[in-house]
């Protein structure tokens, strides 16, 4: 029996450091858990607040911008340039302007020439000549080449221009001896003595004056018929006989050449 209890109270006794043990080991794991969970814990916290900390900190880098927020930008500084030389622009424009606006009132008026205005046109063709160098003034100018109207100053030739018609060759005729009492007397006698330059002036009916310069001295056969065609300006042609080629003053009787006085218009 002492055997027997001997044995239970060993029994028991390695039951008891049996569970004293298995307490110890349990305690020691719960300790290692412990150490793990508090240093784990310990990092992930630690790690997120440098990570805030970092957010809030770190300047703004480029990575972090909004592109929307970027373009936006763009687009308002391209707008305000743009606007910016819209305004320089009319500004230099309205500066020009006025400054053409100012030279336009300090220049003098300018008025249309005269020799290439277009005239009025009269309803009655007489006309009134006028030669200073020669001492001739308003001599009537009428239509046609009889003796008739030839005796009341000098002629128009029928079918050649007008001075206020533009390109006309206004062709024009009389006597060198003419007719004694008459206007037509010597009334172109003193025709060669006209020299390139001298002034001859037309007046019409209404009042309008053309002024000519002798522009050419020529001398023609009487059949010769171009000198009455259009010459490309406004010109007047003097016509009177003389007896021959450079024979001016002998008065008759053949009169076999004609002689020309042409001027041209220059206002």
């Known amino acids: 029996m002492q055997l027997g209890r001997i044995c239970c109270m060993g029994e028991r006794s390695r039951i008891m450091r049996g569970k004293r043990r298995s307490r110890?080991?349990?305690?020691?794991?719960?300790?290692?858990?412990?150490?793990?969970?508090?240093l784990f814990l310990g990092v992930s916290v630690f790690g997120a607040s440098d990570g805030l900390l970092g957010r809030i900190t770190d300047p703004v880098t480029t990575s972090d911008r909004d592109p929307a927020s970027?373009?936006?930008?763009?687009?308002?500084?391209?707008?305000?340039?743009?606007?910016?030389?819209?305004?320089?622009?009319?500004r230099q424009a309205?500066?020009?302007?006025?400054?053409?606006?100012?030279?336009?009132?300090?220049a003098p008026e300018q008025r249309p020439d005269e020799a290439t205005a277009q005239p009025a046109i009269p309803s009655d063709t007489t006309m009134y000549l006028t030669i200073p160098a020669l001492d001739l003034y308003d001599i009537p100018v009428l239509e046609g080449?009889?003796?008739?109207?030839?005796?009341?100053?000098?002629?128009h030739l029928p079918g050649t221009g007008f001075p206020w018609i533009v390109g006309s060759n206004t062709y024009?005729?009389?006597?060198?001896?003419?007719?004694?009492?008459?206007?037509?007397?010597?009334?172109?006698?003193?025709?060669?003595?006209?020299?390139?330059g001298d002034e001859v002036i037309l007046e019409d009916s209404l009042g309008q004056t053309y002024t000519y310069q002798v522009s050419e001295i020529f001398e023609v056969t009487p059949n010769d018929a171009s000198v009455t065609a259009p010459t490309g300006s406004d010109v007047v042609s003097l016509q009177r006989c003389i007896e021959n080629y450079g024979e001016y003053w002998t008065p008759g009787p053949n009169w076999f050449v004609r002689y020309v006085v042409r001027a041209t218009r220059v206002s």
């Open 24 to 38: 110890l080991y349990a305690l020691v794991a719960a300790a290692c858990l412990a150490l793990f969970g508090v």
């Open 70 to 90: 970027d373009f936006a930008g763009d687009e308002l500084q391209r707008a305000s340039e743009q606007e910016a030389n819209f305004v320089a622009g009319a």
């Open 94 to 106: 309205a500066a020009e302007q006025a400054a053409k606006e100012e030279v336009k009132k300090e």
């Open 145 to 155: 080449r009889t003796e008739a109207v030839l005796s009341q100053g000098v002629g």
């Open 172 to 196: 024009i005729a009389g006597h060198r001896l003419g007719y004694p009492g008459t206007v037509s007397d010597h009334v172109f006698w003193g025709l060669p003595n006209l020299a390139v």
